[in-house]
């Protein structure tokens, strides 16, 4: 059974950071792309960071340069670093993978920033 896991969610000020992690199990973790989209209610889901089993990175262009996203086989879980947050990176962020044998999906962790 493929389960994902996020966590590290809350409540951030403007300018102020978040580690989300999300752990893996049920999945090769290391031969899978894996990575982060985010949906505000109302809105589509828009990816955020990817990362390749290779380590290579992607990063939608409003977050790149603030958020970091990683990955850590042995542990089979990935990581998404914020800093600089704004209040429209508010949001529910979700983990996914993506190889064989399909695509698979956390269940969300609410990010909101505000003062």
């Known amino acids: 059974q493929v389960q994902l896991a996020e966590s590290g969610g809350g409540l951030v000020q403007p300018g102020g950071s978040l580690k989300l992690s999300c752990k893996a199990s049920?999945?090769?973790?290391?031969?899978?792309?894996m990575g982060w989209s985010r949906q505000v209610p109302g809105k589509e889901r828009e990816l955020v960071a990817h990362?390749?089993?290779?380590?290579?990175?992607t990063y939608t262009d409003s977050v790149r340069g603030r958020f970091t996203i990683s990955r850590d086989n042995a542990k089979t879980t990935v990581y998404l670093q914020m800093n600089s947050l704004k209040p429209e990176d508010t949001a529910v962020y979700y983990c996914?993978?993506?190889?064989?044998?399909?695509?698979?999906w956390g269940q969300g962790t609410q990010v909101t920033v505000s003062s």
């Open positions: 996914y993978a993506f190889g064989t044998p399909g695509a698979y």
């Open positions: 049920g999945i090769m973790f290391s031969s899978m792309s």
């Open positions: 990362i390749f089993s290779g380590g290579t990175t």
